[in-house]
C-alpha cells in the first residue's frame, strides 16, 4: 500500500488578499502525515508560495502533480490533498440563459482559478479502491467533489448559525460583505473577533470559556478583489464581468475549461457563428457587443480563436473547450458519465456555504498563523492519539471551533459509508 500526499499552502505574499497561516498549516500536516500515519517524506509533495525554492502553487503545476498521483495510484493505496488558502465563487456564465450559478474554486497563487470542473476531470479518474481525502481549509470548497452527500453541514438544515454575519443567500456567493461591510471587519478586510488560541496544549483546552480578542481574515476572496488582482497581473482594468476572458488572456488553455467555454462562446457570438445577438461581422471588433459581451475590451476575435484552437497536442486533461460536458457546470448535478464514481473521496470544508473560514494570527507572530480548520484536525488528532473516523473528526472540529469561539462549521461530503471509516487511513 502507498501513501502518498499533495500539501498546498498560499499565502499570497505581497497581495492584497495576503494571508498567513496557510503555509503553516502545510508545515504543520507535514509532521501529521509522517509522524501520525506513517507516510514516508518523498511520498509528499509540497507546494508553498512563500520560498521560491518550493514547487510553486500555480494551477498548472496543482493540476499536474494531482494528475501524477491519479494515474500513478493503486486499489488500496492511499491519497491525500491538502489545501490551505482563499476560495471564491464566479458566475458560472457559459453562455446559456439560465445559466445563472456559480462555480466554486480555489485560488492558486497565481491566480489561475481551479474550479470544481477542473476536479471533476481529474476526480473521475480515481480507481475505484483508492483511499482518498481532500481537506480543503477555505471557503466555497463544499462541491469540490461534486457527487459527494453532505453528511455533516448545513444546506438541508440550520442547526448551526451562519457565520460572520452573511445572511443567508450568500450560499449563491454574492459577497455581501464586499459590499455593506461585516460587523467587526475593518477595511483591510481584517475581523476583529473573540478567538483563543490554542497551543495544541490539553491544559489550555480545559480553561475557561473566555476568550480574547483577536485578529482573523477570512478565506473567501470576492470577486472584486479578484478582478483587482486581475488587473495588477494584465496591465489593463479588469472588471468582475469580465473576470473569465482575463484569465484565458492570462492562461490560454491552462485555463479553467469553464474559461475556455465561455470564451469560446464570446468569440462565436461575435464572430457571427451564432443568430440573433446582433454580433459584428467577420470577427475583427469584438468591443461593440452589450451586457456580457462588453466584457471582451480589448481583446480580438482573431486573437481568441488562435488561442482557442492552436494548440491540439495537449494532454488529456487539458479538454479543449469544444468537448467539455458541462453538465455539472454551476452547482448542477453532472451526467452519470460525467460524475465521480460514489465512493471516491471524501472531503472535508471549512465551513458551510453561507459562511467563510478563518486565517488567524492571534499573537500576531506570522509564525504562529494557522487556518481554523487545520489547527482544529492537528489538535483534534493530537488528542486522540489513534484512529479517528471521518465523521467523529469533523463532530470534534467543530465543537472544538465553537468553544474557541469561531462561528465556521466545518463540513464533511462523503459516501454512507465513509462516514465511519478512518480518517486518511488506519
Known amino acids: 500500500m502507498k501513501k502518498k500526499a499533495l500539501l498546498i499552502g498560499c499565502n499570497y505574499p505581497g497581495t492584497k488578499a495576503e494571508l498567513h497561516g496557510c503555509v503553516n498549516d502545510v508545515s504543520r500536516m507535514y509532521k501529521c502525515l509522517t509522524d501520525q500515519f506513517g507516510f514516508a517524506e518523498e511520498d509528499i509533495t509540497v507546494m508553498i508560495d512563500t520560498d521560491n ?23 488500496g493505496d492511499v491519497l491525500v ?42 476526480f473521475k479518474d480515481i480507481k475505484d479502491g483508492v483511499n482518498f481525502t481532500f481537506i480543503s481549509d477555505s471557503c466555497h470548497s463544499g462541491g469540490l467533489i461534486d457527487h459527494e452527500k453532505e453528511q455533516i453541514g448545513g444546506t438541508a438544515n440550520r442547526d448551526f448559525p451562519t457565520g460572520m454575519g452573511i445572511p443567508r443567500g450568500g450560499e449563491r456567493g454574492f459577497d455581501f460583505g464586499g459590499v455593506f461591510g461585516r460587523r467587526g471587519e475593518s ?86 457563428k451564432k443568430q440573433g445577438e446582433g454580433a459584428s461581422e467577420g470577427g475583427g471588433g469584438g468591443g461593440s457587443g452589450h451586457g456580457i459581451w462588453g466584457a471582451i475590451g480589448g481583446l480580438a476575435v482573431d486573437f481568441l480563436k488562435t488561442k482557442l484552437d492552436g494548440d491540439d497536442s495537449k494532454p488529456a486533461h487539458h479538454v479543449p473547450s469544444s468537448g467539455v ?83 465556521q462549521h466545518p463540513c464533511l461530503y462523503c459516501s454512507d459509508a465513509n462516514v465511519n471509516q478512518p480518517f486518511i487511513c488506519k
Open 53 to 75: 525554492r518550493s514547487v510553486q502553487p500555480t494551477g498548472v503545476n496543482i493540476k499536474k502533480v494531482l494528475r501524477r498521483l491519479i494515474d500513478e495510484s493503486e486499489p
Open 81 to 122: 490533498m491538502h489545501y490551505s488558502g482563499h476560495g471564491t465563487q464566479v458566475p458560472a456564465e457559459s453562455g446559456d440563459e439560465e445559466d445563472d450559478g456559480y462555480d466554486e474554486a480555489i485560488v492558486p497563487c497565481d491566480l489561475n482559478l481551479l474550479t470544481d470542473d477542473d476536479f471533476r476531470v481529474l
Open 187 to 272: 477595511d483591510s478586510g481584517h475581523h476583529h473577533g473573540h478567538h483563543r488560541h490554542h497551543h495544541r496544549d490539553e491544559e489550555e483546552e480545559e480553561e475557561s470559556e473566555r476568550s480574547e480578542p483577536v485578529d482573523f481574515v477570512n478565506k473567501s476572496l470576492s470577486i472584486e478583489t479578484l478582478a483587482e488582482m486581475l488587473s495588477q497581473k494584465t496591465g489593463h482594468e479588469v472588471k468582475p464581468g469580465g473576470i473569465r476572458t482575463s484569465l484565458f488572456e492570462l492562461f490560454g488553455d491552462n485555463a479553467s475549461p469553464t474559461v475556455k467555454v465561455f470564451v469560446n462562446f464570446i468569440a462565436e457570438k461575435l464572430s457571427g
Open 325 to 407: 460536458n458541462l453538465s455539472g457546470h454551476a452547482g448542477k448535478k453532472p451526467d452519470a458519465t460525467e460524475r465521480v464514481a460514489d465512493e471516491t473521496g471524501v472531503l472535508v470544508s471549512g465551513c458551510m456555504s453561507n459562511e467563510t473560514s478563518a486565517d488567524a494570527n492571534p499573537t500576531g507572530n506570522k509564525a504562529e498563523a494557522y487556518g481554523a480548520l487545520s489547527n482544529g484536525i492537528q489538535t483534534i488528532l493530537a488528542k486522540r492519539g489513534g484512529p479517528i473516523t471521518n465523521g467523529e473528526l469533523v463532530t470534534e472540529v467543530r465543537k472544538l471551533l465553537k468553544k474557541q469561539g469561531f462561528t
